[in-house]
């Protein structure tokens, strides 16, 4: 089954196809006779070669059954001698089609209904009935599946997934871990969550070894037995996920051989792609990374179709950022295949390979926002989405205003890293260690520019406050006081002392041409904020509070709802020289304003115009309007530059029926037509669009553009 060539297939690979039956997760192992009846493996690899996959991962495992001939877990009732996988496999010899084997690791119900002590235990011994304890001899069960599977001759597995639970109640305080934390700790579990405890700590570093044990146990079974078959873990240390699910950024990303995450509009949002092929990047350095999407409106077992157009933006977005894409289709409860989704997903992977060449290139970049994982758990906490906004709301800034943006992570942090970027976001980091600390500031002292927000440098490393800001010196400015009242509010103008920074910064709110008399005043930054006071830095503009505090019980008023400006406490914007660079310091956050229920434009131009004053001579610069994502790369073997433009061109949605005012976006069916710039800074030789229908027009180094598709691939040589 593995391609006698040299590189692994997912090295080649750029789209292919999951296929899976949909309905025993929701039967509790009771199903009648037709369930995935019709789960065909032989008419699966048919259909995904005239689909146009280059490679298929098929279910052969998931909670109540297998789908092969095996003598750990049953196959469905109306399956009598039927093996799937022997089907699939015999078919894909004949097209060599790799074939990987999707097995559920987690939410094993078979297992656990005939090993209920392999639950995983709250603190208090009750059992999580749906989880299992990854310490537990389970891990000997899937051992013996996967050897199994082997035994076909795959190319590889998908192992779904290492997680340990989305929320409370959590575990595991069964006999077996507390045993191990014993033995690693020489102390005893601390009973329950409690963040005032340091036990607590060692207890979150216990869930994260039992999960990275897990991958590790697993990838070295499958090399012993089979060196050529691959593993992918479906990967859970992005967000919206936490400390629960018992991942960290970089360390449950680089298990097995490449990262799989999950884009998803329905549950993470529209930008949800960019957002995540940009961190499995980060996550694995060098490596090439898997985004699975899904053909279902909603979710995965809907058994809906989405129009081709909504496909194609999710589709491109994923590619024009470096991922090779999985297209997800879930079958009928019978197993059967919907003509109509692989006519559309057909057409969907038959132009991105016909696109081939365009993708893959290097990023080029101007912002690179930060990521503490310290910071999520000790600071997030049990409430970690407030905590995430900051970090979205820098992703989501920078695709409006078409900056090109990267991750980095405390847990792989370098000085190299750092410079790949002209400007480094720590946004609302509220931890840093003193390699941190280090390291940011001999990126500063070297040329490098620094962009501070919220409450960043203010925490120890267990989340309490500090008496002084970590960041004090590299920010210029003592901490006076750290805002808990989230209504804060900007105003910047134009006087002889901040005229410089001041007149580019207040552009935030100017769209357009305004008056004269709109200078000076005040809007809405949500979010965490700080008092600060000079002592190296130049202060620029004034932060406000609101009447919030003028109320006799503040608490009494709905927190969700901002009140407006009432007093300057202290500056808005610090500007310090810190040896060759310059380090910039928000006051407030408009960063996590920009992702949060109140996000105005203007926090969003604040945040962006900051990031050109501090990078005023990018390489490529993109005009375009705020629903067209830019994505620049760069082959310099052929000097080419390309600039891709994807459009989110969504329906308007009406009001729904339950949970208002939640209203779920809608679907892309038409393509749009825009107009768009590009800009090169170190000349420009000539350039070339990949649709005839765009209009192109080179004026110098610059490049306007009218553009009515969904996506566009200009080449820039230079």
């Not at 299992?132 to 001899?137: A, D, E, I, K």
Request: glycine content about 8%; overall charge neutral.
């Amino acid at each position: 089954m593995v391609s006698r060539a040299e590189d692994p297939w997912f090295t080649r690979a750029l789209v292919g196809l999951e296929v899976g039956p949909t309905g025993a997760q929701f039967g509790g192992g009771r199903h009648g006779t037709d369930y995935a009846r019709r789960f065909d493996g032989a008419d699966i690899v048919r259909r995904s070669v005239a689909a146009n996959a280059e490679y298929l991962v098929l279910w052969v495992r998931d909670g109540d059954f297998t789908f092969h001939d095996s003598k750990h877990v049953p196959k469905p009732p109306g399956f009598e001698n039927r093996d799937v996988l022997r089907e699939a496999v015999t078919e894909a010899r004949r097209h060599s089609l790799p074939l990987i084997a999707y097995c559920q690791l987690q939410y094993p119900a078979h297992e656990l209904r005939q090993h209920p002590e392999w639950k995983v235990r709250q603190a208090d011994g009750k059992p999580i009935d749906h989880l299992v304890c990854f310490n537990s001899p389970y891990t000997n069960a899937v051992m013996g599946l996967l050897t199994e599977m082997l035994g076909y001759g795959i190319a590889g597995f998908h192992l779904d997934m290492v997680d340990q639970g989305f929320g409370p109640p959590h575990g595991c305080w069964c006999d077996r871990c507390q045993k191990l934390f014993a033995a690693e700790h020489g102390r005893p579990m601390p009973r329950g969550v409690n963040w005032d405890d340091a036990d607590w700590d060692r207890m979150m570093q216990f869930r994260y070894a039992s999960s990275d044990r897990l991958e590790k146990m697993l990838t070295d079974h499958v090399r012993r037995l089979s060196p050529r078959a691959t593993v992918d873990f479906n990967y859970h240390g992005n967000p919206p996920f936490s400390w629960e699910v018992g991942q960290t950024p970089v360390r449950h990303a680089s298990n097995g051989d490449f990262v799989t995450g999950e884009a998803g509009l329905w549950a993470f949002g529209a930008l949800s792609a960019s957002f995540n092929a940009e961190w499995y990047r980060a996550a694995t350095p060098g490596k090439p990374f898997q985004v699975a999407v899904q053909r279902g409106v909603r979710m995965y077992h809907d058994q809906t179709t989405r129009p081709l157009h909504d496909m194609r933006w999710e589709m491109f977005t994923l590619l024009a950022h470096g991922a090779f894409v999985t297209m997800i289709d879930k079958t009928a409860y019978n197993g059967s295949l919907d003509p109509v989704a692989y006519e559309r997903i057909g057409a969907l992977l038959g132009e991105a390979r016909f696109k081939r060449a365009q993708f893959g290139q290097v990023p080029v970049r101007d912002v690179g926002i930060y990521f503490s994982s310290r910071s999520r758990d000790w600071i997030g906490r049990d409430k970690p989405a407030l905590w995430f906004q900051s970090v979205q709301g820098a992703h989501k800034a920078c695709v409006y205003e078409h900056l090109g943006f990267g991750f980095l992570f405390d847990e792989n942090l370098n000085l190299e890293g750092l410079k790949q970027f002209p400007v480094v976001c720590l946004p609302n980091t509220g931890i840093l260690t003193a390699r941190e600390l280090d390291l940011f500031r001999r990126y500063v002292e070297d040329g490098g520019k620094l962009l501070i927000t919220g409450h960043s440098g203010q925490f120890d490393p267990m989340g309490k406050p500090l008496p002084r800001s970590s960041l004090e010196e590299l920010i210029g400015a003592r901490v006076k006081g750290r805002r808990e009242d989230p209504d804060s509010w900007v105003r910047l103008d134009s006087s002889p002392s901040d005229m410089d920074l001041g007149s580019k910064l207040e552009h935030h709110h100017r769209l357009g041409p305004a008056p004269d008399q709109f200078e000076g005043v005040p809007f809405l930054v949500r979010g965490p904020a700080t008092v600060y006071e000079s002592t190296t830095a130049t202060p620029v503009g004034e932060l406000l509070d609101s009447h919030r505090g003028s109320l006799a019980n503040p608490g009494a008023y709905n927190a969700d709802w901002p009140l407006s400006a009432r007093q300057v406490v202290g500056p808005a914007v610090l500007l310090n020289s810190v040896g060759k660079g310059t380090v910039l310091t928000f006051a407030g956050s408009p960063d996590a304003a920009t992702a949060s229920e109140h996000h105005l434009v203007e926090a969003r131009k604040l945040f962006a115009n900051a990031v050109r004053l501090l990078h005023p001579n990018p390489r490529v610069r993109v005009t375009a309007p705020a629903n067209v994502e830019a994505v620049v790369t760069d082959d310099p073997a052929t000097r080419t530059l390309r600039v891709h433009f994807i459009a989110y061109n969504a329906t308007p949605q009406t009001t729904p029926a339950k949970e208002r005012p939640y209203v779920l976006p809608g679907l892309i069916e038409d393509a749009p037509i825009f107009r768009a710039s590009i800009e090169l800074r170190d000349g420009l030789k000539n350039a070339k669009a990949f649709n005839r229908s765009t209009e192109l027009k080179k004026r110098g180094r610059r490049i306007e553009l009218t553009v009515a598709d969904i996506h566009e691939v200009i080449q820039c040589r230079y």
